[in-house]
């Protein structure tokens, strides 16, 4: 099992190398398709370093199923990590 979970890193980091490898050889191919901002393969590299592998692949999934023609795309941010909403509301005054 710790074997299992050690790898856990060195499969982000390869399937962030995959991405990044679609970005520069397959995407300029195919042009701008993406309805989203930021585009879903640097969605992906996000949620991946930000969240790990299982919960950035489930936020990567539900995002790319959202890229479709029915849906007008827009803005769509990596929500933040509960710890970094706490970082962020603290203003650093004493109560």
Same mark, same amino acid.
């Given at each position: 099992? #710790? =074997?299992?979970?050690?790898l856990?890193?060195?499969?982000? %980091? !390869?399937?962030? $190398?995959?991405?990044?490898? *679609?970005? &520069?050889i397959?995407?300029?191919?195919? $042009?701008? &398709?993406? &309805?989203? *901002?930021?585009?879903?393969?640097d *969605? #992906?590299?996000e #949620?991946?370093?930000?969240? +790990?592998l299982l919960? $950035?692949?489930?936020?990567?999934?539900? &995002?790319?199923?959202?890229? %479709?023609?029915?849906? @007008? +795309?827009?803005?769509?941010? !990596? @929500? @933040?990590?509960?710890? /970094?909403?706490?970082?962020?509301? %603290? /203003? $650093? =005054? #004493?109560?």
């Amino acid at each position: 099992m #710790a =074997s299992l979970l050690s790898l856990i890193p060195l499969i982000c %980091h !390869v399937l962030i $190398g995959l991405i990044k490898g *679609y970005q &520069r050889i397959i995407s300029p191919f195919l $042009g701008p &398709r993406c &309805r989203f *901002y930021p585009t879903c393969s640097d *969605y #992906a590299i996000e #949620a991946l370093i930000k969240f +790990g592998l299982l919960k $950035g692949s489930g936020l990567t999934l539900k &995002r790319v199923l959202k890229c %479709h023609p029915l849906n @007008p +795309g827009g803005t769509d941010l !990596v @929500p @933040p990590k509960p710890e /970094d909403n706490l970082e962020n509301t %603290h /203003d $650093g =005054s #004493a109560t």
